[in-house]
């Protein structure tokens, strides 16, 4: 037996996020199927849920155990006056907490955290961290956190790994505490190719050793041991095309009905030509979404359109991409789904630091795709006329499924080692 402990992304409703955290899992028990798995978690109810809601085999249900993932007691007061004092002042009180946390982690003085994360470390055979991108600067504060995470595994002997995952771009406040911290991980799967992430971690001090370039860890789901007994959507004899939207749509500059604007002249081209189309959201409790996609069907008001009400269900999700002819995303593991159906597919950057832009072009370039149209576009550049097309042109989307075997051998090989304790030549 061994318990390994899965850190990340795991306790939101975001559908990539918790996709990756039991495909994961599925896969990881097929090499060792005696594994104990604890999730950590900020939410514990929510991440139950969706293990509960997709997990098939009672017997791997049961050997997975959710764990607070705290390193100190929140407090909604003083949580408040640290805002009050960060907008008044302009001082961080959040940083400085979290750096204090980071200084003695990484010293090893592990005595004064209260909660029981400390415990639950010292009490693993291995720390994975899931797939995702932890390190940037979305992140915040919370980037100090996942490396006090890493400095208490390190003081507890807990080799770390990390899954696919992509870096920056991530200010100079946290980039010497990142990289001092990394030094501890045994290896690092690196999903967006060798001039992005890998290049940023390497000129920020972290080993070449360390780093394997590989994909995202979507591109090589399984739908084994997922309850596949769940309504899929409704079938049609139109061939069809997924649209996902997010509430980064609101970064347009040029307004967010000026894109819906352009995707509706897309959904009505499609719909002339015989298509019809499925507008989506890969977290439900996205309401910009959801009220984007409420205003597209509306405002269409067409038979031939959509509208996806949970992505609750994985296998029901993978159905549908996996049988659509197209598919347009501005979050980044919808674009993952297609690659790995081989879907022809565009992603729209809604970001301007650098980050989603990084994570787009790289999973197409780490796949070795190439297309006869532009694969992404900045969102304030997207037309009716780029997304028509691309869905015209779609027979020129090609993937070089050599590198994709040979990537699938390799992560194969990497959670064999992972989970019966095998390890890497250091």
């Known amino acids: 037996m061994i318990n390994i402990g899965i850190y990340g992304a795991t306790g939101s409703w975001d559908f990539g996020d918790y996709c990756m955290v039991l495909n994961n899992i599925i896969q990881m028990d097929k090499h060792n ?18 293990v509960r809601n997709n997990i098939e085999d009672q017997e791997l249900f049961n050997r997975i155990t959710y764990i607070r993932d705290s390193l100190f007691f929140e407090s909604k007061i003083q949580n408040y006056i640290f805002r009050i004092i960060r907008k008044i002042l302009k001082i961080d009180l959040f940083y400085y907490r979290s750096l204090n946390i980071w200084n003695k982690t990484y010293k090893g003085e592990n005595d004064f955290i209260k909660t029981n994360i400390v415990e639950e470390i010292e009490n693993l055979d291995v720390l994975v961290f899931n797939g995702g991108g932890y390190f940037q600067n979305s992140w915040g504060t919370r980037n100090l956190d996942f490396c006090s995470v890493i400095n208490i595994a390190a003081c507890s002997k807990v080799p770390v790994y990390f899954m696919g995952n992509s870096f920056g771009p991530l200010d100079n406040i946290y980039k010497k505490y990142v ?16 001039d992005r992430s890998y290049k940023f971690l390497v000129q920020n001090g972290v080993g070449c050793d360390k780093l394997t370039i590989n994909t995202d860890d979507l591109i090589f789901y399984t739908t084994e041991k997922l309850k596949q007994d769940i309504p899929v959507q ?27 604007i352009e995707i509706k002249k897309f959904i009505s081209n499609s719909i002339e030509n015989g298509f019809c189309v499925y507008l989506i959201s890969f977290d439900k409790t996205d309401k910009v979404a959801q009220k984007c996609i409420n205003q597209i069907a509306d405002d269409l008001d067409n038979q031939y359109v959509f509208v996806v009400d949970s992505v609750d269900y994985i296998y029901e999700v993978y159905n549908l991409y996996r049988n659509a002819i197209f598919s347009v995303s501005m979050k980044y593991h919808p674009v993952i789904l297609s690659i790995a159906n081989e879907v022809p597919c565009v992603g729209i950057i809604c970001d301007d630091d650098g980050y989603y832009e990084s994570k787009m072009h790289g999973a197409y370039e780490s796949n070795g795709i190439s297309a006869d149209f532009d694969l992404v576009r900045e969102l304030d550049n997207v037309t009716s006329e780029w997304l028509i097309t691309a869905l015209q042109n779609r ?27 095998k390890g890497f030549v250091e």
């Open 33 to 50: 199927n005696s594994t104990q798995f604890y999730i950590f978690t900020p939410n514990i109810s929510v991440t139950r849920e969706y």
């Open 395 to 421: 027979g020129s989307f090609n993937i070089d499924l050599q590198r994709k075997i040979k990537m699938m051998e390799d992560r194969s090989d990497y959670l064999e080692r992972i989970v019966t304790k």
């Open 234 to 260: 409704k079938e049609n004899a139109r061939p069809y095309i997924i649209i996902e939207i997010m509430t980064w749509i609101t970064r347009a500059k040029k307004g967010v009905d000026s894109v819906l």
């Open 179 to 194: 990289a001092s911290s990394l030094s501890y991980a045994r290896r690092i799967l690196i999903r967006d190719g060798s």
